[in-house]
């Protein structure tokens, strides 16, 4: 069994600083880089995600490494997927030389987490990010759709965001991204992170998003796509009804009632309102709503 690591094996402020210095590395909005120079803060990140001692943790844009070396302390295995050349040049030397005794549990993709299809070694069971605040709604459902084996996860994001994630039906901030989230997991907010625990220290607040792989799927005849398109749509003019806001999806406004009527909507509800597997039913839907009545005429006797 191996040695637990040192206690100071985790980046404090000065580490981050120096080891950025060293890299020739700054911060960039562009990729919506923050990083954490707090220990307890991702000691505490890595407790609220329940991070096993068996548990193949995937990490996307570990950055200088913070979380990283915390995940390592926790995780049989931890794959970190960072898309920056010089971090994801630098992360493997930093891990080798504050955590050697962890080191063959670390795993480095470099690639756009967007893009990522595969990782390697052992399928994931966990997913723990600081995600960059600009990305952060994509990357976590392109992870948790091509990595169904992933049944926990605990993301940081924007406030904003988190509050959108863990929203439910009703909620003012309800909208595409709660209900997507939902098709894949249960969702909650885990708590709040201080801006000063970043370099540099962002201009909005942080917040956990906590989220458990569904037991089950949404059932549903519909597809993944089917379902989305329909989500999609009802946002996209949140301020309308059903009715209007589905008109193009379904082909026009009657071919909308009637999916809605036979899926058990009102017309006249808006998106907002509708739980993941209202959308889901309106789905099934379209085809009976597709096939408006048809005036069938006596033919005129010549």
């Known amino acids: 069994m191996s040695s637990s690591p040192a206690p100071d094996a985790l980046l404090g402020p000065a580490d981050v600083r120096e080891l950025a210095a060293a890299l020739?590395?700054?911060?960039?909005k562009q990729?919506?880089?923050?990083?954490?120079?707090?220990?307890?803060t991702v000691r505490r990140i890595v407790r609220t995600a329940e991070v096993r001692p068996d548990d193949v943790v995937v990490e996307v844009g570990p950055g200088l490494g913070s979380l990283?070396?915390?995940?390592?302390?926790?995780?049989?295995?931890?794959?970190?997927?960072?898309?920056?050349d010089v971090l994801a040049a630098a992360l493997p030397a930093t891990v080798a030389a504050r955590m050697p005794e962890r080191a063959g549990r670390f795993a480095l993709v470099h690639s756009d987490a967007m893009h990522v299809a595969e990782l390697p070694g052992p399928a994931p069971t966990a997913l723990v990010a600081n995600l960059p605040y600009n990305v952060a709604v994509p990357v976590l459902l392109h992870m948790l759709d091509t990595f169904p084996s992933i049944e926990r996860t605990l993301v940081m994001v924007q406030s904003e965001v988190a509050d959108r994630l863990a929203a439910g039906p009703g909620s003012k901030v309800y909208g595409?991204?709660?209900?997507?989230?939902?098709?894949?997991?249960?969702?909650?907010?885990?708590g709040a992170i201080g801006r000063n625990v970043?370099?540099?220290a962002p201009n909005v607040d942080s917040g956990l998003v906590a989220l458990t792989r569904r037991a089950e799927p949404v059932r549903t005849t519909a597809s993944k796509a089917e379902v989305f398109a329909v989500v999609d749509a009802a946002?996209?003019?949140?301020?309308?009804t059903l009715r209007a806001a589905l008109a193009g999806w379904a082909g026009s406004a009657a071919a909308a009632e009637?999916?809605?009527?036979?899926?058990?909507?009102?017309?006249?509800?808006?998106?907002?309102?509708?739980t993941v597997e209202e959308f889901a039913r309106i789905a099934e839907n379209k085809r009976a709503a597709a096939a408006e009545p048809v005036d069938h005429k006596e033919p005129r006797p010549q």
């Open 24 to 28: 020739g590395v700054r911060p960039t």
């Open 31 to 40: 990729r919506g880089q923050n990083f954490v120079i707090d220990a307890n």
């Open 68 to 84: 990283t070396l915390a995940l390592l302390e926790a995780a049989e295995h931890v794959t970190a997927v960072e898309i920056d």
């Open 176 to 190: 595409v991204p709660s209900v997507k989230a939902n098709w894949y997991a249960e969702v909650k907010r885990a």
């Open 198 to 200: 970043f370099w540099p």
């Open 235 to 240: 946002f996209a003019q949140r301020r309308k």
């Open 258 to 274: 009637a999916a809605l009527v036979a899926a058990g909507v009102s017309p006249q509800a808006r998106g907002e309102a509708l």
